[in-house]
């Protein structure tokens, strides 16, 4: 089953559809073989609890769900995903945090690059959340950004808040998305 052929049924997908579609999906337009593919890789925060803090901190990832290609080199829950060759890449992050009290407050996200001089804002990746006055109130922040980058640089995502532990990410609610866009 090609990736635009029609489903004439209202059947779920067998797990052949499902495997056909994504080793569609993960082959170049024009390619299709193993060799010749797209990279790309997820992440995401299962357990969530991190407190971003009234300073600019590292928010880190507990759980890889996809690395395929092998372009981007990544420790569960560490702070940097590290780019293991040259190349424009897609980046993109959503941040949803929760206030555990009845206060209101904020919270600001953004990807930072290390291209060997330390680490800068990468520009266009700003994003804010803003959480009322009810227990759990969650609110999402979400960028995304075409960055070009040497093999061995690093990004990361950070982010600050007006309440040092007030603010905390929400379980399955935090996720990074990394697509090299150049073969």
């Given at each position: 089953m ?8 209202n059947?779920?997908?067998t ?8 080793t569609?999906?993960k ?8 060799t010749?593919?797209k ?13 971003p803090?009234?300073?600019w901190g590292?928010l ?14 990544y ?11 040259s ?8 941040m949803?945090?929760?206030?555990s009290?009845t ?9 930072q ?19 009322r006055t009810?227990?759990?109130?969650e ?11 040497n ?12 309440r ?7 379980p399955n ?11």
């Open positions: 090609a990736w635009d052929d029609v489903k004439t049924t059947d779920r997908w797990a052949n559809e499902y495997n056909a579609m994504v569609y999906i082959s170049i337009e024009g390619g299709g073989s193993e010749e593919c990279s790309f890789f997820a992440a995401y925060d299962a357990g969530g609890g991190q407190a803090g009234t300073n590292v880190t990832f507990d759980t890889i769900g996809e690395n395929y290609g092998g372009d981007v080199s420790t569960a829950d560490g702070e940097d995903f590290e780019f293991t060759s190349g424009s890449y897609l980046i993109r992050y959503d949803s945090a929760q206030v009290d206060s209101r407050s904020h919270c600001h996200w953004k990807f690059v290390n291209t060997g001089s330390g680490y800068v804002d990468v520009p266009g990746t700003w994003s804010g959340t803003y959480h009810s227990d759990d109130d609110a999402t922040g979400s960028a995304t950004a075409v960055i070009n980058v093999a061995y640089n690093t990004i990361r995502v950070v982010g600050d808040s007006d040092a532990t007030q603010v905390t990410t929400v609610g935090c996720r990074v998305y990394i697509e090299k866009l150049s073969v």
